[in-house]
């Protein structure tokens, strides 16, 4: 059960980080994620939209400090490239931010 939890939290990270990109493309403003290692959650910002989640418990960053990311229209693109470490319960998880139009992953470490 941790696991699906574990999980479905990393899925709806993508789908925010997505979403987030595309308003940055579709509004032609930039659009932010904030990633707080203090208090294991992020959040987001678009001029439609403020979104806050909250890892589930077992999840936390490595990092215990804020990161944030700017996604710039007119592509999408992020402000930085970094890997993220995020520790689940048993396994760890890399969020990786890569260079070029925003592209990033999420793998199992």
Same mark, same amino acid.
């Given at each position: 059960?941790? *696991? ?20 940055? $493309?579709? #509004? ?6 904030? %990633?707080? /290692? ?5 959040? !987001? =910002?678009? #001029? =439609?939209?403020? %979104?806050?989640?909250? &890892?589930?418990?077992? %999840?936390?960053?490595?990092? =215990?400090?804020?990161? %944030?990311? +700017? &996604?710039?229209?007119? &592509? !999408? ?7 993220? $470490?995020?520790? /689940? *319960? ?5 969020? $990786? &931010?890569? $260079? /070029?139009? !925003?592209?990033? +992953?999420?793998?199992?470490?």
């Amino acid at each position: 059960m941790t *696991h699906l939890l574990e999980k479905q939290s990393l899925d709806q990270l993508k789908i925010d980080i997505m979403y987030l990109q595309a308003e940055a $493309i579709t #509004t032609n403003q930039e659009s932010t994620l904030l %990633l707080d /290692g203090n208090q294991d959650s992020y959040s !987001g =910002k678009s #001029t =439609k939209t403020e %979104l806050s989640r909250k &890892f589930t418990p077992t %999840l936390h960053f490595q990092e =215990k400090s804020e990161q %944030l990311f +700017r &996604f710039s229209p007119p &592509f !999408g693109n992020i402000s930085k490239f970094k890997t993220i $470490i995020i520790q /689940g *319960h048993n396994k760890k998880y890399a969020l $990786i &931010f890569q $260079i /070029g139009k !925003g592209r990033f +992953r999420i793998d199992e470490i």
